[in-house]
């Protein structure tokens, strides 16, 4: 039986360890950081912690600014595909800084959804301290920061189909990668990969708009080979209208997993992209 395979990022385990009981004297409370961790049952009650989401917020920020995230070298976050120059070594050869990076942050983020101020906090302290750690790596061997909207357009200028690459693509250098058009306009990120049943091929890249971090995301399967791909995959490049991605047919829990309909779907939002390229 065909099914289609979504390849995604690895969400990190956490092994948390829970306090005793309070004191029965102790007087309830609504805070939900001192809130105890809910049943399952009760998931859909969480109160978010805010504070820790907003920490994230700015850290993403500050992160934008500095010029090495989230694009401007190899794998989205940080150093060029190629390594560094003059044969230099990153000395880290079994977790990539991208995925690191991608990993703490949505572990981050999943407790702050569940209400765990104190544990996202926690979380956020070590990705600032690996962050850092990246960084003066990066500068200590001469990598520089992204420069900005200019060295973009250059890029976009400069890219070339993705089927015209003479090299293999990797899940992790694309995933988390920043899509834009023609014109510097962001479209998304790239969120997962979605594989043809029958050929086992990249069919699709699943594009995530809108929200923070995974929250109330939208997300836009667009063809594979319609993209373009800029020096050391800096950037993906899709060259339609914001408007275009907006009315995309999106991907929902049922599109493409059910057996068999991964063709009927694929028809669809082909002929929607087929008749967007075509009057662009």
Known sequence: MNRSILVGPVA?????????????????????????????????????????????????????????WPSGAGFGYGYPMDGYPSGSATGYHDV??????????????????????????????????????????????????ADGPSAQRKQIAAAQPVTAQPNAFRSDQLLGTDVRNEKNETLGSVHDLLMSPSTGAIAYLVIGRGGFFGID??????P??????????????????????????QLTDDHFAAPGKFDHESQKVDAYWKAQLSSN
């Open 12 to 68: 990190a385990g956490f092994c948390l360890c829970l306090a005793g009981p309070l004191a029965a004297a102790q007087p309830p409370t609504t805070d939900p950081v001192a809130q105890p961790s809910p049943s399952p049952t009760n998931l859909s009650k969480l109160i978010p912690a805010q504070t820790c989401l907003s920490d994230l917020r700015a850290f993403d920020s500050q992160m934008e600014k500095d010029g090495y």
């Open 96 to 145: 990539r800084p991208s995925y690191e990076l991608r990993t703490l942050i949505a572990s981050a983020n999943i407790l702050a959804q569940r209400g765990e101020q104190q544990l996202c906090e926690g979380e956020l302290s070590t990705i600032r301290d690996v962050y850092k750690t990246y960084v003066a790596d990066m500068r200590g061997n001469g990598i520089p920061e």
């Open 217 to 222: 995301e939208k997300y836009v399967p667009v």
């Open 224 to 249: 594979w080979g319609d993209f373009k791909v800029t020096q050391n995959l800096s950037l993906l490049v899709f060259d339609i209208p914001k408007s275009a991605i907006d009315d995309a047919p």
